[in-house]
């Protein structure tokens, strides 16, 4: 591979670090030793603590916006330096690289895994001895530094069957005679509740939704009910989602991650 083709490489971050302490500054130096021409995106380092669900749906839902080729390395790793296996997985889209713990499991439940390997090769890491607390930094980062720069995905460690990365259950969404079921994957920064329920139950139909003990009616925008109620809409993202218009339905009316909720269609 050329100067000029490792320079337009691509590599993703996102983690649950914040911003406040210098694990991601950190991880961008390991990678720029390896490459200082690598191109890095931060997609988000906001993610709440240890939260595999978050994750997985950020992941999910922004891979479609980049490249093909590009590296994803995320970093939630409640069971870091335990005997959970560290991977790197090829899809059609990309490479994704960190633990195996289901963050990867909404994107390869839309692209399946061409291939998968445990990083069980150290020439490939910061170290042979790794933190025990901080695979993104020794394991993660160089990793994915090497696989942008090219090295092939075998040469990362030992192959294993992509049937068996850990899937995170995040309950199923499931048509019935009158609608859909599901249950809430991901909250926003604006409070916003977003179903696992995608936008092609909904179209071309009159519908509304019913969760905590709520009627909400299907509408188009926030703006299509007054400043402080209830909508049922489809987010940018393509899921139905809970809204208050210029509010934080989370807070307001205290519907958590998995709670479910109901599709109804009217006639």
Request: hydrophobic share 40%; with cysteine; aromatic share 8%.
């Amino acid at each position: 591979m050329s100067e000029n083709q490792i320079s337009q490489s691509l590599l993703v971050l996102l983690s649950d670090f914040g911003d406040r302490d210098v694990y991601v500054g950190v991880m961008k130096g390991v990678i720029a030793q390896i490459n200082p021409l690598l191109r890095v995106i931060d997609l988000t380092h906001q993610i709440p603590p240890q939260n595999i669900a978050t994750v997985r749906f950020c992941l999910m839902n922004a891979y479609p916006y980049f490249p093909d080729g590009t590296v994803y390395v995320a970093v939630v790793d409640p069971g870091v330096g335990s005997k959970r296996r560290a991977i790197a997985v090829e899809f059609a889209q990309g490479f994704l690289v960190g633990p195996d713990n289901g963050i990867f499991s909404g994107v390869l439940s839309q692209t399946p895994a061409i291939t998968a390997v445990e990083l069980t090769n150290p020439n490939y890491w910061r170290t042979p001895e790794p933190s025990k607390t901080f695979h993104g930094r020794d394991i993660f980062a160089p990793v994915g530094a090497y696989l942008a720069n090219g090295v092939p995905l075998k040469q990362l460690g030992q192959k294993i069957d992509p049937e068996t990365l850990v899937q995170l259950d995040i309950g199923d969404c499931k048509q019935t005679n009158t609608g859909v079921t599901g249950c809430i994957q991901y909250i926003d920064y604006f409070g916003n509740l977003v179903s696992n329920i995608p936008e092609r139950y909904v179209q071309g139909k009159t519908w509304c939704v019913q969760a905590a003990g709520l009627t909400i009616p299907g509408r188009e925008t926030y703006s299509d009910v007054e400043v402080g109620e209830i909508a049922a809409l489809v987010g940018s993202h393509g899921w139905v989602e809970i809204a208050i218009n210029s509010g934080d339905a989370h807070s307001q009316l205290q519907i958590n991650l998995q709670d479910t909720l109901q599709v109804l269609f009217r006639d």
